[in-house]
């Protein structure tokens, strides 16, 4: 089904895009950030000097000011994972829709003209560190707390599943700054790399993403300065992710549209060109009915996310709405990268093949972000009228 | 829902398998096979040693001589599998379910006595060669070509995807003897690790079971000996690999009840010991209705596969319910897994989980020992009477 939300700048954009991923995210590198588990900086600078992240840093900070425009990040994801590289396409989405936004709709002045200069051109990646080993779903269960000294804080606890957390020169960290669970007793702090008693080392091994790090955080008597307070204002750290949230929902759901419809792509592909019984695999009835209810899902994908990204544009998405897009994006996702891999035979399972790798990317979609049954939980309260 | 298929005997080989996996599984070695990609000739040998493989072996050739038994392979896999080491099961499956049945049912007594007595003690491992980079579920579709010389045969092709394929000392190779793609156009030769031109050298990267190897396999000129010729009659192969293929497919559906099981047990004791909000995780509704969904398929599987073992035992199993067996377990594994992953939130998705491992392998069980599109073929042709 043809999509109606690209104008020229957006398909401009795209081939802007595409020109770096060619020149960029060769097979050869996407090897060797798996081995590494990292994306290399050098790739990231490129990426920041083509203009692909800090799309929503404003221009005089040096960004492309696409403020509530997502359609210029969904083309960033679309082409990223379209071109078999999820692990790079969610290092983009950190610094862009984890990071970033903090600093451009919460930071004080101070903060924007320290950070997002750097935040454009990909010299300062960033992180969000919200989940500790005992509280993930639960946000306000956290244990981490800044206590306040003189001229600032001293940080102590641990965070857990910190994506780029080990490469974030900065770390938008969740801490308790008041007692309780009330909503104000949470702040942001940014927290750098290399302040004392900061650890952001230890990778996780995780099952896939394998070229994208996902790290334990450490923070012991860390000493961290006022002008770090995000917002400048003590208190505010839950409601400033509250206000963030609908976004970050968006972006899985984009990037899990944009994943159903590579999978769709790449197996389709496959199928045409493999044979068997002396027919090809896209002849067989089964294969043909599953191949229409791919296509019919990527449409469907695609009408609702689009429908989304243009309310987030207008500023009309709501927590809720967000949050359906969130879980029933990534419910489908799963399907269809499980198809995929499954028409794939015995290649669906050997992660040189591009749907091999998204069907591993694909399954913490469903977790991460808030899980998907914190999703369903979010929106059946709307419904019943449940606190 | 309590089982009946075991009886004493079979409860003092359970204490054995267990015993052994105390000793032999521990984390460290599971973190060093999946680091080296195999597991190591020491373990399989002190596993021939506790009497763990090889258990189809006759008595007089050193092993236990359960030669219909499936039942003792059973608490193998649902020992090993139990205790998060599926990459072990995997190599122990493909010794006794794919390897040692060839020579055991279809061996002459000369191959009886040079292989079987190693097979047992694990100084000879073995694998099973059919698929080819061109040929997986249509299998007279293969290249690989034995031509007749004086003494033996003359080899030419290549494998994929062979399981155990590196460490093994002998492979059961399936082989075009004839011209055309009629049944007796293939045999099954024994290729010997160290043979000219043979090399199995080349492992593949995959999703899951990462501490069992799988290799491609390449053919060049290899001079096989007329004695390694299976059953020592031309033309048999095919007919040969249908008369295993039963087995194969029970092993399939007996390691996915065993996985779903596991799943349960790790899930349920995971949301036991969790909190959030303060609760348990268990208490959510949402995740009671989850465990009564797994307990109750968990329930179910065993009966099926239970009753399969038993069938099989008195050479009941047909074609037909081998293929059911096999297509509907691994469904029910994928959907098992599939929540209990969702279930233990990011602890899901990191590999030091034994959750999340079982996941990765299990994805494989609705594709290898035939796709479950092939079962779902099989099984429905027979019921529409269609050839
Ligand atoms: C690869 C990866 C990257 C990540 N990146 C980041 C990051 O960059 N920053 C960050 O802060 N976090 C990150 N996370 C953490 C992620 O957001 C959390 O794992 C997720 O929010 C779930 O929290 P948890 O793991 O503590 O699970 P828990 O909250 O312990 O949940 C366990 C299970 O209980 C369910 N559950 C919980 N509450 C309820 C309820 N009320 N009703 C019904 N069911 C419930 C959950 O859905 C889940 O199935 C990442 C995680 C992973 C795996
Ligand atoms: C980890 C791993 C271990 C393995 N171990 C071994 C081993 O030890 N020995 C060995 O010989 N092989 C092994 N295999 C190979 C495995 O058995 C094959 O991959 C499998 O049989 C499918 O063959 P294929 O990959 O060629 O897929 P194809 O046959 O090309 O099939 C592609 C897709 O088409 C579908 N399809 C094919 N025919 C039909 C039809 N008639 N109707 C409808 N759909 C159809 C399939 O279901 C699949 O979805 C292993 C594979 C893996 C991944």
Redesign the interface.
Known sequence: MEREIYDEDHEAFRDVVKEFLKRYATEEKRKQWEADGEIDRATMLAAGEAGIIGLSVPEEFGGAGMLQDYRFRAIVLEETIGAGQGSLAGAFGIQDDLAVPYIVHMGTQEQKEKWLPGMATGEILGALAM?EPG????LR?IKTTAKKVDGGYLVNGAK??ISSGKTADMVVTFVKTGEGNRPDAFSLLILEDGMEGFDHSKK?????FHGWDTAELSFTDVFVPDANLIGGKEGMGFIQLMMNLPLERLSIGVAAAAAGEAAFHWTRDYVLSRE??GERIAD?Q?TRFRLADMATTVDVMWAYNDRAMMLYKDKKLTAEEAAKVKFWSTDRE?ELL?VG??LH??Y?????YPI?RA??DA??H???GG???IM?DLVSRQIVGKK
């Open positions: 989940t509280a993930g779903s639960d269960g857990t599943f996780l091994e995780k099952m896939g068997a019984f067989f089964n799963a499980d891999v499954q035979g015995g669906g399972y050997i992660t040189e091999a069907y591993l399954r913490v469903r977790i991460y899980t998907n049954e369903r």
